[in-house]
Each structure stands twice: as C-alpha cells, then as structure tokens.
C-alpha cells in the first residue's frame, strides 16, 4: 500500500515538473486555484460531522475539453460520537492526479467530470477513557477519486467553480473501527477559483491581440469593446455613456459615425456555428450591420447581416463551415444611411483571429462515459449496505 503511494506522489512530483515547463509559453494554458468547502467520513462511524477541506491545484489543458489535474489539500474528518474515543478527528492530507473532461469550454458555463487517484497522508486522533489525547493510528494510503461540478469563466483567465467529489480509500482505518466489507470514503462539496495563463501564442503584452496584429506589442489594449482588435488602449471615454449625448466622436462632416462596441471573440470549435453580437450607437438611422469573415489562409471574405434590436444589439451566426482547425477572421462593420459613416470592430487589413479547436466530439463521448461509469460506481457504493 505504501509503495503504491509513494508512486502516485512521485507522479504528481513529476506532473508539477512538466507544467511549470508549461509557463514558458505555447498553446497550452496553465491554471492556479484553491478551492474550500465541507466533507464527512463515509465509513462505519454512526454520526459523522461536516468537516471543512481546502485544496489547492494546478491545472493543464493541452487542449480545451480535457485538462490534467494536480491537487494537494487538507481536512480534519470528525464525529459526534465514537465507540472508543472522544474528540475523534482523522487528518487527511490528499495529494493527486485527476484528468477533467470540459463538455462547453468556449462557453461561459461549463460542465465538467473527473477522474483520477492518488496518495493521502492520514493520522487518526482522539481522547482516551484516561482523558489522554492519542494518536490512534497513522499512514499512507491511496484514494480513487471522481466527481463533477460547473465552471464558470467570469473573465478570460478566472474561472469559478462549484462541484462535489467522492474518494474512496484502500483502508478501513480513518474511522478506526475494522466493520464491514467497505474501505472508508469522503464525500466533498465544494467551491473554488482558478487563474489561468498561457494560450495566447506570440503576444508579449497579453493582451490576446497576437504580436503580428498588435500595432503596439508591448503595451496591452484596453479592452472595453471598442476597437479591441488593434491592440492599441484608446483615450477614448466609454463609447457606452457617450452615446446619450448629442454628439459623440465627431467627424469632420459634423456628425458621428456609427459606434461599434464588440468583444472579440477569442475561441471557438471547429465546425460549431459561432454567434456574434455587437452593440452599435448611431446619430444617424443605420443602413446596415453585419460581420465579414473568413477562414485563417483564404482571401475571400463573406457577409452576413446582424439584426438588431431595440436595445442597439446586433446579432447574428457565422456559420460552422467557415470555422476550421485553421482558424477565423472576420470583422464587424456598421455604415449608416448616408455611407459615409462607418463604424467598426477589426478591418479587413487587421482582422481579428479566431484560435479554433478541433471538434470536441470525441472528447464529450469520453468524458460522458467515463463520467457515467465513475458517478455510478460512487452513488453505488455510499447508497450500499455493507455486509
């Protein structure tokens, strides 16, 4: 048992290695993140207490729908009572290896399951019928672990999440009490943050215009939506509050050209339909609002027309076709009635690019079975009578 532990530690030693070699840069991302939140012992004890978990992570996705997964934590698992004991607590210290299957990685939701095991450092305590505080018993062991839960991308580099994990131990010690034909499990729910970094390829200033595009590589853009896709941070007051007032950004004609505030779009799955929307301000009634794009290496372009609103949201799809594994260009552009005003996010001559990535079919395929099969074995195993 102990052998098999100290495996599993010096593979979690050597995946931390290789994903600090991942900051050098690449395709890859990198995450950071600490989650916190309560667990209860599964074993024979008859009460047993929620007991808080934290866990630290580092993350790595090769590609976007799986991600490999290294965590150390640490919770105090606890009862209300205790045939032996009193103040029973076991100490776990977990530390271990997860592959998580992402089911809608562009979107700002996004289902995940997990799979994986590893190591624990654990130490069971309690007072004795003389009053004495005791070590009971301590080890090191393996967990199973899988679980599932929901990510959430409040920014490009910060996801938060909430999940519930089950492990299951090789041992039937944490509890100290030798019943039953089940090792001892914990149950956790969860909620957490993750940092990511990386991703960006050649763009030293991070500001997800590449180095090629950006007109100033080393100062990073500002990113409020408008004129995003040069890399420049405009002076510009926020377009948004300056369209209630009678003459924002004049031209030389005396009137404003039509004002385009679009996020740009920084990924997307190959072969997917890809929505795009923008919000356009205009003195003048608008003559038309659409998105030209093209597939990354190709020279024509092709249109298609937003429809709008009354909020002043155009919306539309560019279809999936035109999204390959070589990526997308495409721009979004409103002229008004008299065609001398326009407005724009990205031109034809400085686009913004599309990172698009394979089909995540087969991905969802493995991770839903793997999912299925690891969430059923656990519901199984907590809900079973043990003999």
Not at 171 to 180: E, K, S
Not at 230 to 245: F, L
Not at 263 to 274: M, N, Q, R, V
Not at 281 to 290: D, M, N, Q
Request: proline fraction near 5%; glycine fraction near 12%; aromatic fraction near 10%.
């Amino acid at each position: 048992m102990k052998g098999k532990a100290e495996l599993a530690f010096a593979g979690w030693l050597l995946f931390w290695g290789l994903s600090a070699n991942a900051f050098a840069g690449g395709d890859w991302q990198v995450g950071l993140g600490l989650s916190a939140g309560v667990s209860r012992l599964e074993g024979d004890l008859k009460k047993p207490n929620l007991s808080p978990l934290v866990v630290g992570h580092i993350r790595v996705l090769p590609v976007p729908y799986v991600a490999l997964d290294g965590s150390f934590g640490f919770s105090s698992l606890g009862a209300s009572s205790h045939p032996t004991f009193t103040d029973f607590k076991t100490t776990i210290v977990p530390f271990e290896l997860s592959a998580i299957f992402n089911f809608l990685p562009f979107r700002t939701v996004n289902p995940y399951v997990f799979a994986g095991g590893g190591g624990v450092f654990w130490k069971a305590k309690g007072t004795d019928a003389t009053g004495a505080s005791v070590t009971a018993e301590d080890g090191i062991d393996s967990f199973f672990k899988v679980g599932a839960g929901l990510e959430f991308r409040i920014a490009r580099s910060v996801g938060v999440s909430l999940g519930a994990t089950y492990r299951l131990s090789l041992t039937d010690a944490f509890d100290q009490i030798n019943q039953g034909d089940e090792d001892d499990q914990v149950l956790n729910a969860h909620a957490g943050f993750t940092y990511y970094f990386g991703g960006g390829g050649h763009d030293r200033d991070h500001d997800l215009i590449p180095d090629e595009l950006d007109l100033m590589p080393e100062i990073a853009e500002d990113r409020d939506g408008y004129l995003d896709h040069d890399g420049i941070p405009e002076k510009n007051p926020n377009p948004i509050a300056m369209s209630s007032i009678d003459a924002p950004f004049n031209d030389a004609n005396g009137a404003a050209s039509p004002i385009v505030i679009h996020h740009i779009i920084e990924t997307a799955e190959s072969g997917k339909d890809l929505s795009v929307k923008a919000q356009v301000y205009s003195e003048r009634p608008l003559k038309v609002v659409a998105a030209l794009y093209r597939p990354s290496g190709t020279r024509r372009w092709n249109v298609i027309k937003l429809d709008g609103n009354e909020e002043n949201l155009y919306t539309g799809e560019i279809p999936g076709y035109a999204v390959t594994d070589d990526g997308l260009e495409y721009c979004v552009v409103a002229v008004d009635e008299s065609l001398s005003g326009v407005g724009y996010s990205g031109l034809p001559n400085k686009p913004i690019g599309v990172k698009v990535s394979p089909s995540g079919t087969v991905w969802r395929i493995v991770g839903g079975t793997v999912g299925a099969a690891a969430i059923g074995t656990a519901s199984y195993l907590v809900l079973r009578k043990q003999e």
